[in-house]
């Protein structure tokens, strides 16, 4: 679809051991996208986000909160090709 994007966000600050994955993907789900969340070692929350772009750019201004005690710093995004990004179905959080 011409008007479905995909991107990774690299969220940093205070986004570990605040619920920041549950939210995300209830957020995500919310907004029918599809992808995945996850801690990663650094500190850092990384999400795989794909849908309508509307969405995902609704997704990306969202994630500049995060959850209530969250203390976002930095929402980083890099836009992929979706042709060639094997997206889940749905949106899941990964240990």
Do not use: K, Y
Not at 6 to 14: D, H, K, S
């Amino acid at each position: 679809m011409a008007d479905s994007i995909v991107v990774t966000a690299r969220v940093t600050g205070r986004v570990q051991g605040v619920w920041f994955r549950g939210w995300t993907q209830a957020e995500a789900e919310r907004r029918g996208l599809c992808g995945w969340v996850r801690n990663d070692p650094d500190g850092s929350v990384i999400a795989l986000i794909g849908g309508p772009e509307a969405e995902v750019r609704a997704m990306i201004a969202t994630l500049h909160a995060g959850p209530e005690a969250a203390r976002v710093a930095e929402v980083e995004i890099v836009h992929l090709d979706s042709d060639t990004v094997d997206l889940p179905e749905g949106f899941n959080v990964r240990r």
